[in-house]
């Protein structure tokens, strides 16, 4: 009876689980606030500076700027906004799902200062002498024409000023024109702006007579609707700073939904198979690992949802590591069982002495992870920053989920007693179990087979030297493909329903009276277009751009302009950030490992950064912000795999009690390796299965990126595996008779009570 109960308790709380979130998915994800890249939209950088000269850019001043903005951004309705401040003198904004995206720029871009001049451009009157909020779309009383009309503060002041344009030799000279600009430039001239089509000023009503009123109209070649975007403008208030744009992305529409519906498949695909992957290897481990890994990806967008984030495809490279980890963490503590296990052990004593050796590790390659990502978030900007938010939230879940939840359930199972004479249902065979009195310690085997990986070690150096030359060969001719995000120009990519041909755009192009650098046709129907340019297109000719291809393919484009400061700083930040972030790691892994495991984990991850630039390089991969995402998750991918070996070589090691030979570290080495080789590849299979997905299945804009993720994937097993152990070997082992490895003295981590 106590047996079913177990089970039966086991299975009320995945029924629970279950029946939550099938309750509760569609609403949690549908609080998720998605990024331009997954539903269209339009991000800015702004490098701002004060309207007066004289008086300094200071954090008042700025905050007072982004109100302004966010009155401007709630007038078109917007609920997805978000404007930051960035360092001391930037404003980022990001305007997810915007329809018309020319009216929104030209609403947040003009700094909506209402003059009222003289033919001359002398100043009469300011907008300061108009009443807050009273600016309105109406229609003028004679003509019934769309006009805008204001209050003034001063009805006198506003006699005075028209008064004076109103004498006699004013009329005479045809000066008494009262002209109305938004954003008078230093420069502007009323007399050069008068003879063409579309001039810079409003309007130029004349007055023939002192008006001494506090209502006045604006009249010009209004249509309703820019009627009613001017007084949208004028009552959200001028902004007082001069905004110049740095940077700037367009994602259409269709563009952001067809990422969205391929990125979702992709993953849905992705974790099907990883849950079929662990469930096929380690039997009922597997199926509550399948089930915790439900649970976490579920409280993941619950968590996110409710900190407001914004999930873009630089965050789901977070949680494609976090999926990683989580997996790691359970394939971890399954391996250790079936050690145990193969030791003649019992279920229940496997299971207790299996999850405490796992803790340990976990919890250091966690730690060390998310250590990376505090500093990444910190020093980060923009999508580096989402990156970050993502894989701390990602590693903070699946440590519950991952280490807790599947220790919780599978306790169920293990106290039943049900599992007692079964251990098939752990993977591992009869035949594979040893008597637990024969105390023989047994080489461990990969595949049945006894390897020795030390004794190549020499080989391995050669084949990396050799790589590494012809990679610093590779970089140093063919260089790296730099997306506009690291130097400056325009990228235009348009959609089509049919097959878009070269000759097709280069028609197109030479109507617009453009020449593009580069024209890549893409996408499986050969339906997706790529321009790039090494001119930043001015927003005049970006709107032209935009709207001729909206007109031929009934699908906005999406355009990217960016100024080569933007891209210099990225990438500059980008680098300061990786580099703080490995002196933090350095500190931890000294402190709980030693100096010479440290050095060598930040090797070993500069070696797998390198060989993706290696690879980038020859295939001439256009680099660009996605790519710094990739780079990212392979530093978090390789700094965990590296730990777990490293712990597992700690541990021999304290079993050892002391190593004062080279000849034993050899040994050590050679055990820890091979005892790790079955975690290392499956949790790199696991993750591999979920980047294929993304590289098969997903959007055409993360090929890039998941490309990037396969490399590092690839050189991170084999640098782990083969190179850093034997890399600390080779360093550590010249000095091992004169400081000898002890480390049974460390604080050992107990695992949580179940």
């Known amino acids: 009876m106590k047996s079913r109960g177990k089970i039966v308790a086991f299975l009320l709380i995945v029924l629970l689980f279950a029946g939550t979130i099938g309750l509760t998915g569609k609403s949690v994800t549908k609080n998720i606030n998605l990024g331009l890249d997954l539903q269209g939209g339009f991000e800015v950088l702004f490098e701002v500076e004060p309207v007066d000269k004289e008086q300094s850019l200071n954090r008042t001043l700025m905050e007072a700027a982004v109100q302004r903005l966010n009155d401007r951004v709630n007038t078109l309705g917007i609920s997805e906004a978000n404007i930051d401040i960035e360092g001391e003198d930037r404003i980022r904004v990001q305007l997810a799902g915007v329809e018309d995206q020319t009216e929104a720029r030209d609403m947040l871009q003009t700094s909506a200062r209402l003059s009222f001049r003289d033919v001359h451009d002398e100043v009469l009157m300011d907008g300061s002498a108009v009443k807050e909020g009273s600016a309105r779309q109406d229609f003028h009383p004679d003509t019934n024409q769309p006009i805008v009309s204001l209050e003034l503060k001063d009805a006198n002041n506003f006699g005075e000023i028209t008064g004076e344009l109103a004498t006699p030799e004013k009329q005479r000279a045809g000066e008494n024109l009262l002209v109305i600009w938004m954003d008078y430039q230093e420069g502007d001239s009323f007399e050069e702006e008068i003879s063409k089509d579309d001039p810079k000023f409003i309007s130029a009503p004349r007055v023939s007579e002192r008006l001494n009123t506090s209502d006045v109209m604006i009249d010009g070649d209004f249509t309703v609707d820019s009627a009613q975007y001017l007084a949208d403008i004028l009552n959200a208030g001028s902004l007082p700073v001069n905004m110049t744009e740095l940077y700037s992305t367009s994602v259409g529409a269709q563009f952001g939904e067809q990422a969205l519906n391929q990125t979702v498949f992709a993953g849905i695909v992705g974790v099907a198979i990883i849950f079929i992957f662990m469930i096929a290897f380690y039997r009922l481990p597997g199926l509550i690992a399948a089930i915790n890994l439900a649970i976490y990806i579920y409280l993941i967008i619950l968590v996110f949802g409710l900190m407001n984030g914004v999930l873009t495809l630089p965050g789901i490279a977070a949680l494609i590591l976090g999926v990683g980890m989580a997996v790691d963490a359970n394939v971890l503590t399954f391996e250790r069982i079936k050690e145990e296990l193969k030791l003649g052990k019992s279920v229940v004593a496997s299971f207790k002495a299996g999850s405490k050796n796992a803790l340990r590790t976990i919890l250091d390659a966690n730690i060390t992870t998310l250590l990376a990502a505090a500093v990444l978030f910190y020093f980060g900007t923009s999508s580096v920053k989402g990156f970050a938010t993502m894989l701390i939230v990602s590693i903070l879940v699946s440590f519950l989920t991952a280490v807790y939840g599947t220790r919780i359930l599978l306790n169920f199972w293990v106290k039943s007693g049900f599992l007692k004479k079964r251990q098939s249902w752990f993977g591992v065979r009869k035949e594979q179990i ?321």
């Not at 995000?485 to 089509?496: H, P």
């Not at 080569?564 to 002196?583: D, H, M, R, S, T």
């Not at 570290?665 to 299965?689: A, D, E, G, H, P």
């Open 434 to 754: 040893q008597d637990i009195s024969d105390t023989t310690e047994r080489e461990p085997t990969f595949l049945n087979k006894v390897i020795n990986v030390v004794k190549y070690r020499k080989n391995i150096f050669i084949v990396s030297a050799i790589l590494i030359v012809l990679g610093l060969s590779s970089l140093f001719i063919f260089k790296l493909n730099p997306g506009i995000d690291f130097t400056s120009g325009s990228r235009i990519e348009v959609l089509s329903d049919s097959t878009i041909t070269t000759e097709e755009m280069e028609e197109s192009l030479n109507e617009l009276g453009i020449e593009a650098k580069s024209i890549v046709i893409s996408g499986d129907d050969n339906d997706t277009a790529v321009m790039r340019y090494d001119t930043v297109l001015s927003e005049e000719k970006v709107d032209e751009v935009k709207q001729y291809f909206l007109d031929t393919y009934d699908h906005e484009p999406s355009v990217d302009v960016v100024s080569p400061i933007v891209g210099e700083e990225l990438l500059k930040n980008a680098i300061k950030a990786l580099a703080i972030a490995a002196v933090g790691m350095i500190i931890y892994v000294t402190l709980r490992f030693e100096f010479y495991f440290a050095v060598t984990a930040i090797i070993t991850m500069l070696h797998d950064v390198f060989f993706v630039l290696v690879v980038f390089s020859l295939a001439q991969v256009e680099f660009d912000v996605t790519i710094i995402a990739a780079i990212l998750t392979i530093v978090g991918y390789t700094i965990n795999n590296t730990i777990v070996i490293f712990d597992r070589i700690r541990e021999n090691i304290r079993k050892a009690e002391r190593v004062t030979s080279y000849e034993k570290l050899k040994t050590i080495v050679n055990r820890s390796l091979v005892q790790s080789f079955t975690r290392s590849f499956n949790t790199m299979i696991t993750t591999l299965i979920a980047v294929l997905a993304f590289l098969f299945l997903g959007a055409e804009s993360i090929s890039g990126f998941a490309i990037a993720l396969v490399i590092g994937l690839l050189a991170g097993l084999y640098s782990s595996l083969l190179l850093a152990a034997q890399l600390w070997l080779v360093w550590r082992g010249r000095s091992i008779k004169e400081k000898p490895l002890d480390f049974r003295k460390k604080k050992r981590v107990d695992g949580p009570q179940v």
